[in-house]
């Protein structure tokens, strides 16, 4: 722990004038008070002996150091600077001893005396408070528990570090914060919060590195200009107080870790130009993925099982709707004469007495049948059959030479001998 500090010695009771003593101290280890320092009501040192003027200088440090002025090493790195404590011992006035006030110099603070004044006046309390079970803090006196100061009186309001902060092991009445990565080049000012000394600045990692005029990351001081030169492929940073990696055309939703180097976000992957896009799984077809996992359509288009589909308004009869406003038709059918999106069954083949109504597929008409030899041609269905003739038409014979139909049956098809 380094300080300056001036010991100002009266040169005696009755004489107004002073001499002043100015010393810089390193403290490697503690220094006890008692029994040769202590400090009176009025915040003035007390001591007697031979050796006083030594004993003085060595009081004035230990009480600098008493109070703070040695901080052990925690995660975040450590400072440490001594400050004076007027009422660490109080004893009354005794006769034959010297009182001598101890002072700060009036030399001007450094960069780095003002940055850890100031920060550390910021640093938050970390104290919080909680409430425990009385019983656990105090021993029952004839079974008799006292009521505590929380919101029962069974319970007690006490002091805790809250999250984030942990106990000082020199003051238990303070709670200093944590930060889980050593804060390098800089101070922990709360949970996982570095503060970066002076001429030294957070980079996009969260690291103090240094800048003008004490270097440049990865760049160069122009000492002049107070201004940092990047190498090549490196740019500087918004700040202009240190360089970064460039990325041409940028990331988008991502991080620039290396020089022409993306690192995409959780959702999101490199294009073909390196540029970080949205992903969403499987694809949009005809579609665009605008954030990730979520498609936006094109116009003539709509989201459908697989993605975005096309949009045919009439439907697509025996067919596929291809594109916006287009049907594709099916093997065995064709766009029909009328159009409107129907597709057709066509046949190798004409369907005698009978509709095409599948591919190389034949309906026949009321009153036909499919000839079994010719999958293409219905013939005439006489249910009855035609005795003496043939089946001209559904339900129709017609009698062989020296036959006639039987007129004695009214609709009568059978045909008999002609008389």
């Known amino acids: 722990v380094k300080s300056d500090n001036s010991i100002i010695v009266p040169r005696g009771k009755n004489t107004s004038s002073t001499r002043v003593v100015s010393f810089k101290f390193t403290l490697a280890i503690n220094v006890p008070l008692n029994p040769y320092c202590a400090v009176d009501r009025r915040g003035s040192f007390k001591m007697s002996g031979k050796y006083s003027a030594l004993i003085l200088a060595i009081c004035g440090v230990a009480v600098l150091a008493q109070d703070g002025g040695v901080k052990s090493w925690r995660k975040g790195g450590s400072a440490s600077h001594g400050h004076m404590v007027m009422n660490q011992t109080v004893v009354e006035d005794q006769p034959g001893s010297t009182m001598v006030d101890l002072h700060r110099g009036n030399d001007s603070q450094s960069a780095l005396d003002r940055f850890m004044n100031k920060t550390k ?23 008799l528990i006292p009521a505590g100061n929380g919101s029962d009186p069974s319970l007690s309001r006490v002091q805790v570090c809250c999250k984030g902060f942990e106990r000082n092991v020199h003051n238990f009445r303070k709670c200093d914060p944590i930060c889980e990565q050593p ?3 800089g101070l922990c000012v709360g949970p996982n919060t570095c503060s970066c000394y002076p001429d030294f600045v957070q980079n996009r990692e969260g690291k103090c590195v240094p800048t003008c005029p004490i270097g440049c990351d990865n760049g160069v001081c122009d000492l002049d200009l107070r201004r940092c030169t990047c190498k090549e492929g490196f740019e500087l940073d918004k700040s202009g107080l240190f360089c970064v990696p460039g990325c041409k055309g940028g990331c988008g939703v991502g991080r620039c870790v290396a020089v022409n180097t993306c ?4 959702g999101y992957t490199p294009d073909e130009d390196g540029l970080c896009v949205p992903k969403c799984e499987g694809g949009c077809g005809a579609g665009d993925c605008i954030a990730p996992g979520v498609c936006q359509c094109r116009p003539g288009y709509e989201k459908g099982d697989e993605g975005c589909e096309p949009i045919c308004s009439n439907g697509c009869f025996n067919g596929l709707c291809t594109a916006p406003e287009v049907c594709s038709c099916k093997p065995g059918y064709a766009m029909g004469p009328s159009g409107n999106n129907k597709c057709e069954a066509t046949c190798e083949r004409p369907c005698l007495n009978g509709d095409c109504t599948g591919p190389n597929t034949c309906t026949c008409h009321r ?38 139909k039987d007129r004695s049956l009214k609709g009568s098809q059978a045909c008999v001998k002609r008389v």
């Open 121 to 143: 006046t910021a640093i938050p309390t970390g104290v919080c408070f909680e409430e425990i079970p009385t019983i656990s803090l105090v021993k029952p006196n004839n079974g």
């Open 263 to 266: 690192v995409c976000e959780e």
């Open 183 to 185: 804060c390098f080049n």
């Open 367 to 404: 009153g036909y049948v499919l000839d079994e030899t010719n999958q293409f041609k219905c013939l005439a269905h006489c249910p009855n059959g035609c005795p003496n003739g043939v089946c001209s038409g559904p339900n129709m014979c017609l009698c062989n030479a020296g036959f006639i």
